[in-house]
T-cell receptor
């Protein structure tokens, strides 16, 4: 199936630990994103990569480090986890219309629910 | 800075009632507009989108939205809701140029449809 996939779906961990979330898309898109959805369901952009290059970093603490080994993958590593990091993290991808320099709709993954105890 | 405002935090309707969810955005340039739906425990799915052309756009599952440029609005409508429409609805915009395509979301509207 063509899709955006994330692993793991659920992640429960202790404060201070380091964890990673993986994202893969097989839609052939060249732009990928990480969003954070808080307990009030508010969604906020964290990072965006285009062809493995970081293009958006929305004042996210440097404990969060995205890594894009290729344009189909965008992983999120989090160091020294804090209680406030508990949230659902969504990966997304989109094609870019190079002719109009415009970004199209984004396709979202199933989310990773991170709980920090 | 861009922002998106959704007028209603929680809407409760009976089946067959009509739905209108308000969305206003703040941005001086040209934008693309989206409505996403998040069913309980699921990921976001695109309902409909507006890039250009006819300001009345039709999406999946009988939803439609109208872009009114002068009002910076993109309200979502459905003439007759069903119990299965119970979900969280998000309005979002991204800048047509620059800004890396990031989506700016509204705070979401929870729709509860009573059978």
């Amino acid at each position: 199936d063509t899709a955006v996939s994330q692993t793991p779906k659920y992640l429960v961990t202790q404060m201070g630990n380091d964890k990673s979330i993986k994202c893969e898309q097989n839609l052939g898109h060249d732009t990928m994103y990480w969003y954070k959805q808080d307990s009030k369901k508010f969604l906020k952009i964290m990072f965006s990569y285009n062809n493995k290059e970081l293009i958006i970093n929305e004042t996210v603490p440097n404990r969060f480090s995205p890594k894009s080994p290729d344009k189909a993958h965008l992983n999120l590593h989090i160091n020294s986890l804090e209680l406030g990091d508990s949230a659902v993290y969504f990966c997304a991808s989109s094609p870019r219309d190079r002719g109009r320099k415009s970004y199209n709709e984004q396709f979202f993954g199933p989310g990773t629910r991170l709980t920090v105890l | 800075a861009q922002s998106v405002s959704q007028h209603n935090h929680h809407v409760i309707l009976s089946e067959a009632a009509s739905l209108e969810l308000g969305c206003n955005y703040s941005y001086g340039g040209t934008v693309n507009l989206f409505w996403y739906v998040q069913y309980p425990g699921q990921h976001l799915q695109l309902l409909l989108k507006y890039f250009s052309g006819d300001p009345l756009v039709k999406g999946i599952k009988g939803f439609e939205a109208e872009f009114i440029k002068s009002k910076f609005s993109f309200n979502l409508r459905k003439p007759s809701v069903q119990w299965s429409d119970t979900a969280e609805y998000f309005c979002a915009v991204n800048a047509r140029l620059n800004q890396g395509g990031k989506l700016i979301f509204g705070q979401g509207t929870e729709l509860s449809v009573k059978p």
